[in-house]
């Protein structure tokens, strides 16, 4: 290690130092410190990861702007995705950083946030009502900031915060300092976005936040958070919507491991990790990743236009990622890739941002997202002074860290604690199997699938990937377009016209338009067709049956639903359905087989010759029976058997 005093204090004292990052990688005893060159890159692909040694080589900050690379809305402020180019790597004990870091207290003035408490809280109804309720999405992230003026230099500041929040805060994914000359970035992220290494890609969904007060949270409290169906619903969505991304850059998909509790200083978070065998450059994988569902909410692309429909400003940097390019010992490139969430900017004159967000779900209220917003910036605005700082354990009973710090001993964890274990296990006891277990290719395929062709439609909803893998899983060969460029369809055995956000009773509408198009002469000439959520929709439209909007959205709703015959378990993402008041309709296309709600008459599924559609999404983590739906329809259109195996068993 090397001595790290007269480095640090080059840093802290010098107004302009030159471009360098220290950061701390979860567990690590250690801090990296990265030196070097910033320069700017207009697309993720053009950030430089040259052949060469094993180690770090690039460092790149990327803004919420870089979304516009997917084709995706934004409020575009104009931040430029800048990286370092790593010219030095130094490690340093942490205990050494601590004793070399500027102890001063941070001061600013003029604190207030953008967007008041009551401002905030109007937002959250609007969101409530006029995207969520209209079926424009599961949930969405709104984000204000809070404002000030740092007192003194500006990077002293900002490397005092950075001590601060090594000394006070845990649970920390990466805590870091980033400077490039530009502005300065200080923060305590959490959450892994995305990771690389050896090939495995990881991803690191978390949602839900239990507040606390107290060095020890209260126990019962917190088993009654894990029990509570608005937080456990929240992070069964986002982990939908990341497994929608893992399904895009992992050949087979994601896989489920968890979940477990995240403990930081001011709250605790739950979460999953997301592993998956890849091998797409990593860049392709950041990009294919813009941005976390937990800090902008699903459908990804239209989650986008909600924001910026929205919110009053750009994000900035905000929701983007920091993202460590290198190589490792084989020469294979690496990726490790933090949320930038729980963190500060500072200007090189002093102005300061705290960007925080909260997750707006069918179950939320104003009050408890105004409060979450406070919650999550509770950390980095104590490393400012602009908070009080999270309640210490016993001071008397002090340990040593793996660094030989001494720090308050907060242990025993509730993690460990038996109870809030079981708690957290039985949250996976609802879900698909198909995400949770080891896949083994061939054991779920149908009879005859074999060079069969599948065409999925998407209609802005990437539960089309996860819908992919799922019809692999049963043997068919799969692509998946976009729906404005649906064409050719020559070649497929199947049609699928997917899921996507939207009202699907306005036909003239451009993408309600062309999948009902699509639907009408798919139709017409008798070819097999599948449709799922939107598409179901569309398609019951086109049979005939009237679509409503529900007087509250079926958005991350599991339940039991008859489905021809059977007892299904499955997951609603939809704010409409259609409705009948009999199982069975005539059609200029024949007689229709109908699956309704005993209550209402909602239609969840339905079948004719060539045809069949359902409301709910069997691809979901949430439908535990989705890939035997799946295969008994597939099996209907292609006029083939049942599974071969247990693998899509069916249930009730």
Known sequence: MTCPHDLLATLADDPDPGPFALVRREGAAHLDLFRGTVRTADRLADLPLPDGAPGPHTLALVPYRQITERGFACIDDGMPLEY???????????????????????????????????EYADTVGRVLDEEIGRGEGANFVIHRALRA????????????????????????????????????????????????????VMMNPISGTFRHASAAPDRSALLRFLRDPKEVEELYMVLDEELKMMATVAEHGGRVIGPYLKEMAHLAHTEYLLAGRGSKDVREVLRETMFAPTTTGSPMENACRVIARHERSGRRYYAGVLALLGRDGAGRQTLDAPILIRTAEISPV??????????LVRHSTAAGEVAETHAKAAG???????????????????????????????????????EVRAALAVRNMPLARFWLDERVPGTTALAGAAGRRA???????????????????LGLAVDVRPWRRVAPLDGYDLVVAGPGPGDPRAVTEPKMAALRALLTGRLAAGLPTLAVCLGHQLLAGLLGLPLHRRAAPYQGVQRDVPVFGRTRRVGFYSSFTALADGDRLGTPYGLVELSRDPADGAVHALRGTGFA????????????DGLAVLAELVGHLLARPALTTHGAADRG
Do not use: C, K
Not at 389 to 396: L, S, Y
């Open 350 to 359: 002093g102005e300061l941002r705290v960007p925080v967000g909260a997750t």
């Open 613 to 624: 559609g359902v409301q709910f999404h069997p691809e979901s983590v949430l439908s535990p």
């Open 455 to 473: 065409l999925i439609v998407d209609g802005e909803d990437t539960f089309t990937g996860m819908l992919a893998h799922q019809l692999g899983a």
């Open 84 to 118: 370092l180019e790593i010219a030095g790597h130094t490690r340093i004990a942490l205990a050494d950083a601590l004793a070399a870091l500027p102890p001063d207290p941070v001061l600013t003035s003029d604190a207030a946030f953008d967007v008041t408490d009551e």
């Open 380 to 418: 980095v605005l104590a490393a400012l002074g602009l908070a009080p700082q999270a309640p210490a354990a016993d001071p008397a009973r002090m340990v040593r860290d793996g660094s030989g710090a001494p720090r308050p001993d907060r242990r025993p964890s509730l993690a460990d604690d038996p």
């Open 149 to 200: 003026t740092v007192q003194g230099a500006p990077l002293r500041a900002g490397l005092a915060a950075l001590r601060r929040l090594l000394l006070d805060e845990r649970g920390t994914y990466w805590t870091f300092l980033v400077y490039t000359g530009h502005r300065i970035l200080v923060g305590a992220s959490p959450e892994r976005h995305v990771s690389v290494n050896d090939g495995l």
